[in-house]
């Protein structure tokens, strides 16, 4: 079993900054990928970005955080860390942001953390 969890949440104005960060611990051997994904009330939940966990490193974003988001994982000997730097935010970034990881056995993001808020005024 992995557990994930999110920090670095918070309000910002129209064109900040915020870091967000996750700590995979547990059984991270048999990830093979991580994400960001984000929802707001109503909506379904959306992948923002992710991560291939290993030699290839490959990165994927959602069209409206090109060039704004980067996200960034690093592997410990305990954990599996992610990151998702955003900047130039708007106010549809808003929304709760969850880090998941993937198994390398399975097709989709089985592991999820509590979520951070992100909220981006005008």
């Known amino acids: 079993q992995v557990q994930l969890a999110e920090t670095g949440g918070g309000s910002v104005q129209t064109g900040g900054s915020l870091r967000l960060s996750c700590v995979a611990s547990g059984t991270t051997y048999n990830q093979c990928s991580m994400a960001w994904f984000r929802q707001t009330p109503g909506k379904e939940r959306e992948k923002v970005a992710s991560v291939d966990i290993g030699n290839d490193n490959s990165k994927t974003y959602t069209d409206s955080v090109k060039g704004r988001f980067t996200i960034v994982s690093e592997i410990t000997k305990n954990t599996l860390n992610l990151y998702l730097q955003m900047l130039s935010l708007k106010p549809e970034d808003s929304a709760m942001y969850y880090c998941?990881?993937?198994?390398?056995?399975?097709?989709?993001?089985?592991?999820w953390g509590q979520g951070t808020q992100v909220t981006v005024s005008s």
């Open positions: 998941a990881a993937r198994l390398c056995s399975a097709v989709a993001f089985e592991n």
